[in-house]
């Protein structure tokens, strides 16, 4: 799912391909389901358990530009190509951050529901098909943001805050925040959360995030939160970026890995294959819309 190079709403679609590790070409597969009328979806979060892959809401978008944040969650086998659909997010969110615990609990932490950021983190359980509310996300309620959990350690960076303004039009701010989460280890509902340091004081936007061991890993995204072609809130086209952020959970201390020149944004997963960090898509320069797998060599250093 996600967005076509016309960056328009027609080009918002729910089509889904594969590759399989040692083959050369991208397979295309059955498209992502939808209860809504429009099947294309952006935004969607998704995180993968074992052969299954967990999608969860996204937000569509009209002609007249109307958006709608999707209630669906389903679950896809990626070996049988099908897909089941699971329990509906209690609060329907798209731009959030999705992370797996346990092997069983996915945390969805803040994103947008509809027409406003939610400061909720919804708890999905895979072997009982049910939701649960955790403790609420202490920092600014944001969309855009990107987390990673090492653990029962999550750390949440930035993001895109809604600011009121004075009998005038809201805005659309970026945040500079990051907090880390401990998860209790005997109430997997219950969240100590903390503010920590930030990296470099300047919030990113749809960064690409992961971990690897006990590292937390942030990739690339833009410093202009900007709208889903690619246009700043501000009016002012988004710069991609390749700087990486690594957080050590134990020891708490950051370091900030300088750009490569591979520029890009609007991600939100991170793959790591063979001691390298792999995007897949984004935008690019200029905010082109990338068809590329970009890999980039990675030592847990």
């Given amino acids: 799912m996600g967005l076509a190079k016309e960056k328009d709403y027609k080009a918002v679609h729910n089509k889904v391909w594969a590759l399989k590790i040692g083959e050369r070409a991208w397979q295309p597969k059955t498209p992502v389901p939808s209860s809504l009328t429009l099947k294309g979806r952006l935004a969607s979060v998704a995180v993968s358990i074992d052969e299954h892959v967990y999608l969860f809401g996204g ?13 669906d969650v ?16 209690p609060v329907p969110v798209d731009d959030s951050v999705a992370l797996v615990y346990q092997q069983r609990y996915i945390y ?47 750390v949440i960076c ?5 600011v009121p303004q004075l009998l005038n039009r809201r805005k659309y701010n970026k ?35 992961t971990n690897f061991d006990d590292k937390i890993i942030m990739l690339a995204g833009s410093t202009n939160p900007y709208n889903y072609n690619g246009i700043g809130y501000d009016g002012i086209p988004a710069p ?5 952020w690594v957080f050590d959970v134990h020891k708490h ?16 997963g991170l793959l790591i294959y063979q001691n390298h960090l792999i995007t897949i898509g984004g935008m690019g320069i200029e905010q082109r819309v990338l068809d590329e797998v970009i890999a980039r060599p990675f030592t847990n250093k």
């Fill in 253 to 268: 201390y950051w370091r900030v890995r300088l750009g490569d020149g591979l520029d890009s944004m609007d991600h939100r």
């Fill in 59 to 71: 937000y569509t978008v009209d002609r007249q530009h109307n958006e709608i944040s999707s209630p």
């Fill in 175 to 209: 945040v500079a925040q990051c907090l880390i989460g401990r998860i209790d280890q005997t109430n997997h509902l219950k969240i100590d959360w903390q503010l920590l340091s930030h990296p470099t004081n300047e919030a990113r936007y749809r960064m690409a995030a």
């Fill in 108 to 154: 969805l932490v803040s994103g947008w529901h509809d027409a406003g950021n939610i400061n909720l983190v919804q708890v999905y359980d895979i072997q009982t098909d049910t939701w649960s509310q955790a403790s609420p996300f202490l920092g600014v309620p944001v969309f855009g943001h990107s987390g990673g959990i090492a653990g029962n350690r999550m």
């Fill in 158 to 162: 930035d993001g895109v805050a809604v």
């Fill in 74 to 89: 389903y679950r896809y086998n990626v070996l049988a190509d099908s897909y089941e659909k699971l329990a509906a997010m």
């Fill in 240 to 244: 991609a970026t390749s700087k990486a």
